[in-house]
């Protein structure tokens, strides 16, 4: 499993109405290849600032076979104008867990 971590910051004032836009967008995570799950979390210092959380069967999974569909435009379509600035992804998988 890869976990997608994605660091969204939006512009002021608009955190209404992207998280509508992001619970639209919830049935294409839903139904994309190889996703399992798939959350939101907001900041409690910056109230601008989000980590868009994403579990993926494998890197490939989100790179190329989400991305490089209809759904990912989609998706960007509903929530890239409300972006401040291009989000950071990262990939991440589990190297120890402790308890």
Known sequence: MVTELAAIQIK????????????QAV????????CSAMRLE???EDADSYL????WATLDDH????????????W???VGGFFAEAPT????A???TGF
């Open 89 to 92: 992804v990262r990939h991440i």
């Open 42 to 44: 907001k900041s409690v």
């Open 76 to 78: 960007r379509a509903l």
């Open 12 to 23: 002021p004032g608009s955190d209404a109405a992207f998280l509508a836009a992001v619970q």
């Open 94 to 96: 589990p190297a120890l």
């Open 52 to 55: 868009l959380i994403v579990d």
């Open 63 to 74: 790179n190329i076979t989400f991305r490089e569909s209809s759904d990912f435009q989609t």
């Open 27 to 34: 049935p294409l995570f839903q139904r994309a290849h190889g």
